[in-house]
């Protein structure tokens, strides 16, 4: 098949099932096989888990939130260690959003207007402006492989509100592409459109347009109805060029994961997997397990009998919920490695099921097996 | 030299120089070079750190604590598994203490007699008692390669208290021995005596009658001064046979270990490691460095740029700054693993000068560089 590529990007599609996809992308710090589920380093860690671990679990790329290391250590600290690569000591590809997401989360800290978004900092009240251009500027100072667009985030089911965001969001995307000065990033454009069918392909068409190395999907999984987040991705898939890999921003549980892949998706990230651990959840492909509970007091078995991570090689249950009732970091640590081994395994086992031309099979029989649609 | 063999424990006497030593403790978890420092794991787990992390530092050994294990998750459950080795996954020497030292802290919530003590949970405020029979008991569902004798931990300075105690701690030993039956686990007596060089020698004259496998310490670095501290143990040393192990209880910084080493001890344990790290403290062997300081928001150099634990090799003082000002766990990961990095590899670094008879020489250099006695 085509395959793009631009400065040292590039995107290979290796095999379709249907509208699922087997790729791979490829950046200055190695290869990465779609498709692909990508653990959430905000503060430029991987919560609770060092890069060793990560390696370990088979974790191919990260992202990382400009809106969090602009504050704090601030990019000009980055950048002097020669960029976030070397400062956390994350060997492999590296992905930051833009801010946008995080700014217009802010909610009244927060003023936009055709020049960017003023904010008021989390931590400490203070003034600070994010516009188009300083967005792509901080994150060429954090010097990920892959970096996003600045964009305005809209709560999805507001029509109006989208229209005008939309033009915005257009015209921010031209304004990144022309403040980008690296060539050895790749800036991917970011769709938006709420829930609105028209709007997302008036999206998808204008960025097709401005020829992006990469385009993710943006606004979704942010209260909207299955069916709705489902509907959006299919008419924006549709749309975007078939050789270039498609992202779908924030979303992680292994339900979505499989039906955002059945839809030609080919890139996702969530914090899902280390928040859960921290809060004592187990994610399987049989549902989420709350090991706080005190009948896993003396369970002898692991957290999932056919999970092959180093905690669920191991650990037991009982020890896990020890650790747990005894406030000990340590759960967070195994909780996360398990967590995130299983969306890593199932983008592999969805990726294998694809080459073999057995998806739809393979994701049925999964599907049956999670509880609900987490 | 001698060998003793007490079932599957025994302790060859390898090397000495001067009153230095270097050993080998055999277990049927594996043998143990010494001297040796042992990490805690409080509650079966060296906090923040797994299993795995703990042998790629290099360490042999680690001390659980019966009192902690005993309260949560309970004896019982431990035993279930087939005890801590299994629990915890730590398929190397494991040495519990007996509660004693902590049934003693807890101040107004005991009561002792010649029974033994009842004593208030710290979690629940419930009642419960420990005498010299269940400490044992508790320690053998534990399972731990080497356990010790319950014993009253008087306050060093009152000599009244510490005859009296004394007399107890005497006849609990006994006890202990008669109570042990486990031939897999290696029970040690402990000298006690507060700062009073008689009431030592007394002591470790008396435990060395009984003829245990190995004989403690206990009761020091309690709030003593030094010179009290290194009297008693040159007193208690003298007298104890050179073919036992000996292991000074609850001490973990390098100008200790060192001094330590020089009487004549072969084996500590000590919390401050970890609890350092997590109060961002980073030790070297030449002074500890406060992570947190604004100083080091720059600063490319690891902790220590001789050191070669994973820590000093991949990341920055600047990289552990961030990580503490934002409050991730991996700060305490990382310290805690060059924290104890920096033990270990002293105690290899010591134990090759004994084994080369350049001890004297090799402790000057490092005391020489420590800051202060810490």
Same mark, same amino acid.
């Given at each position: 098949?085509?395959?793009? +590529?631009?400065?040292?990007?590039?995107?290979?599609?290796?095999?379709?099932?249907?509208?699922?996809?087997?790729?791979? &992308?490829?950046?200055?710090?190695?290869? &990465?096989?779609?498709?692909?589920?990508?653990?959430?380093?905000?503060?430029?860690? &991987? /919560?609770?888990?060092?890069?060793?671990?990560?390696?370990?679990?088979?974790?191919?790329?990260?992202?990382?939130?400009?809106?969090? #290391?602009?504050?704090?250590?601030?990019?000009?600290?980055?950048?002097?260690?020669?960029?976030?690569?070397?400062?956390?000591?994350?060997?492999?590809?590296?992905?930051?959003?833009?801010?946008?997401?995080?700014? @217009?989360?802010?909610?009244?800290?927060?003023?936009?207007?055709? &020049?960017?978004?003023?904010?008021? !900092?989390?931590?400490?009240?203070?003034?600070?402006?994010?516009?188009?251009?300083?967005?792509?500027?901080?994150?060429? /100072?954090?010097?990920?492989?892959?970096?996003?667009?600045?964009?305005?985030?809209?709560?999805?089911?507001?029509?109006?509100?989208?229209?005008?965001?939309?033009?915005? +969001?257009?015209?921010?995307?031209?304004?990144?592409?022309?403040?980008?000065?690296?060539?050895?990033?790749?800036?991917?454009?970011?769709?938006?459109?709420?829930?609105?069918?028209? #709007?997302? !392909?008036?999206?998808?068409?204008?960025?097709?347009?401005?020829?992006?190395?990469?385009?993710?999907?943006?606004?979704?999984?942010?209260?909207?109805?299955?069916?709705?987040?489902?509907?959006?991705?299919?008419?924006?898939?549709?749309?975007?060029?078939?050789?270039?890999?498609?992202?779908?921003?924030?979303?992680?549980?292994?339900?979505?994961?499989?039906?955002?892949?059945?839809?030609?998706?080919?890139?996702?990230?969530?914090?899902?997997?280390?928040?859960?651990?921290?809060?004592?959840?187990?994610? +399987?492909?049989?549902?989420?397990?709350?090991?706080?509970?005190?009948?896993?007091?003396?369970?002898?078995?692991?957290?999932?009998?056919?999970?092959?991570?180093? +905690?669920?090689?191991? @650990?037991?249950?009982?020890? #896990?919920?020890?650790?747990?009732?005894?406030?000990?970091?340590?759960?967070?640590?195994?909780?996360?490695?398990?967590?995130? @081994?299983?969306?890593?395994? #199932?983008?592999?086992?969805?990726?294998?099921?694809?080459?073999?031309?057995? @998806?739809?099979?393979t994701a049925a029989q999964l599907l049956a097996g999670l509880e609900k649609t987490l």
């Amino acid at each position: 098949m085509e395959k793009t +590529t631009k400065s040292n990007f590039s995107f290979q599609l290796v095999s379709k099932d249907g509208s699922a996809r087997a790729g791979l &992308v490829t950046t200055p710090h190695g290869a &990465v096989e779609t498709p692909v589920f990508m653990p959430v380093g905000t503060q430029a860690t &991987v /919560k609770s888990l060092t890069p060793a671990q990560l390696d370990e679990i088979g974790v191919q790329i990260i992202l990382s939130n400009t809106y969090h #290391l602009y504050l704090r250590p601030g990019a000009d600290v980055i950048q002097e260690f020669g960029g976030l690569h070397n400062f956390m000591n994350w060997r492999k590809p590296i992905l930051t959003d833009s801010g946008g997401f995080q700014v @217009f989360s802010l909610g009244n800290l927060r003023q936009i207007s055709d &020049v960017g978004v003023v904010f008021k !900092s989390h931590i400490d009240g203070s003034i600070h402006q994010f516009t188009p251009e300083s967005a792509i500027a901080i994150q060429e /100072k954090l010097g990920a492989d892959i970096i996003m667009a600045f964009d305005e985030c809209p709560e999805p089911h507001d029509r109006k509100y989208n229209e005008q965001a939309l033009a915005r +969001t257009h015209r921010w995307a031209e304004r990144c592409l022309q403040a980008k000065s690296r060539a050895d990033q790749a800036l991917f454009g970011i769709v938006q459109g709420g829930i609105f069918p028209d #709007l997302r !392909s008036q999206s998808a068409e204008f960025l097709t347009s401005l020829d992006f190395p990469g385009y993710s999907i943006g606004g979704l999984s942010v209260g909207e109805s299955k069916e709705d987040m489902f509907a959006v991705i299919e008419v924006v898939t549709a749309i975007l060029p078939e050789t270039k890999p498609r992202y779908l921003m924030g979303v992680g549980t292994p339900y979505d994961l499989i039906e955002g892949i059945r839809r030609g998706i080919d890139m996702f990230d969530c914090v899902l997997p280390t928040r859960l651990a921290r809060h004592h959840a187990a994610q +399987t492909l049989h549902g989420r397990i709350n090991l706080a509970k005190a009948e896993f007091a003396r369970d002898h078995s692991p957290i999932d009998p056919e999970c092959g991570c180093y +905690t669920c090689a191991n @650990f037991s249950r009982a020890y #896990l919920r020890h650790l747990i009732i005894a406030k000990e970091m340590l759960a967070s640590t195994l909780i996360s490695i398990h967590n995130i @081994f299983t969306l890593t395994s #199932l983008m592999q086992t969805l990726r294998k099921s694809i080459l073999e031309e057995r @998806f739809e099979t393979t994701a049925a029989q999964l599907l049956a097996g999670l509880e609900k649609t987490l």
